[in-house]
């Protein structure tokens, strides 16, 4: 009885926010924050990544963990999906007027968003309304697009990095990989999953992991992205071993559209 009472509060919960997250565009209760990502040879901020965030009046903040796989699961992440893609590629068009410099955005892309055929005449429409070059949007994928076997997926990646755009593949080393997916894809970037970077330096497993990862990505002329970047020892370690980009706390946390605008003049002019 308890059991079931549970699973009553818990898919109640869920259909309430998702009446709600139905709402929630059209409501403008939606946002994009940005957060920096580093070139670590150089200290140079060179793109950001888009992350939604929704501020809710009836719920107040919701957490992406919480409402994206409720997007996912009702079909929302396609218009959801649609208006981040428009608001990144325009963002990252004013942070090249600002600063001079082509800078890139990367924006996650649910398994979900391939099942919708329409999905690359939505990324070239953002890019050629916004007038952003292709190759200054990068699209993170996770390894569930490639292990849930979506049809026709790989078709519609050949179709987009026609578009010249860049592909990273997410949270590498936390799905099930085969490493042959990595042959398989035209991904250009690797990012490594912040829990492996939470444990270097003092752990000297997590620290062989990383280090594997970057060679290993690196001999597949990939780039690395390291991920959840919190202190200097990690810093230092990642830019030791060689690590491309990072991404985390120690540099900043994801900010909203006119603070990071801000951030970027802060760290290019001063
Ligand atoms: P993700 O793609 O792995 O994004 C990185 C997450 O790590 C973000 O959480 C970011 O705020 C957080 N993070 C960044 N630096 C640090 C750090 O130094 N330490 C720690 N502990 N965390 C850090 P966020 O924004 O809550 O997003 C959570 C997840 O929700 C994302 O994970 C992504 O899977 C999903 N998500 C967010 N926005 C979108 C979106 O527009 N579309 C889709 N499909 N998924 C999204
Ligand atoms: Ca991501
Ligand atoms: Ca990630
Ligand atoms: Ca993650």
Request: with cysteine; hydrophobic share 40%; net charge negative.
């Amino acid at each position: 009885k308890f059991f079931t009472n549970s699973m009553n509060e818990a898919a109640q919960r869920r259909i309430r926010l998702e009446n709600h997250l139905r709402h929630a565009l059209a409501n403008q209760e939606l946002s994009v924050y940005y957060q920096p990502f580093i070139h670590l040879a150089s200290g140079v901020v060179v793109g950001a990544e888009a992350l939604m965030r929704w501020n809710s009046p009836e719920l107040g903040m919701v957490r992406p963990d919480h409402f994206i796989p409720v997007a996912e699961e009702s079909g929302l992440i396609n218009p959801l999906g649609e208006w981040i893609t428009t608001q990144a590629c325009h963002a990252a068009m004013t942070w090249r007027e600002i600063t001079g410099y082509e800078l890139w955005v990367a924006v996650n892309m649910s398994p979900r968003q391939f099942r919708d055929h329409g999905l690359v005449d939505t990324i070239g429409n953002a890019l050629s309304d916004s007038g952003l070059p292709g190759h200054c949007l990068e699209l993170e994928i996770t390894e569930r697009l490639l292990m849930e076997d979506v049809p026709g997926a790989s078709e519609m990646i050949q179709e987009l990095t026609r578009l010249e755009l860049r592909l990273s593949i997410d949270d590498f080393g936390t799905g099930y990989s085969s490493l042959s997916y990595l042959k398989r894809f035209p991904f250009s970037v690797l990012k490594i999953d912040k829990s492996f970077i939470t444990d270097i330096p003092h752990d000297p497993e997590a620290v062989s992991l990383v280090r594997t990862i970057i060679a290993m990505a690196h001999g597949l002329h990939l780039r690395v992205i390291a991920e959840g970047v919190e202190t200097l020892q990690q810093l230092e370690f990642l830019y030791q071993e060689g690590c491309d980009y990072a991404q985390g706390y120690w540099f900043s946390p994801p900010l909203a559209g006119d603070r990071f605008q801000w951030y970027l003049t802060e760290q290019m002019f001063h």
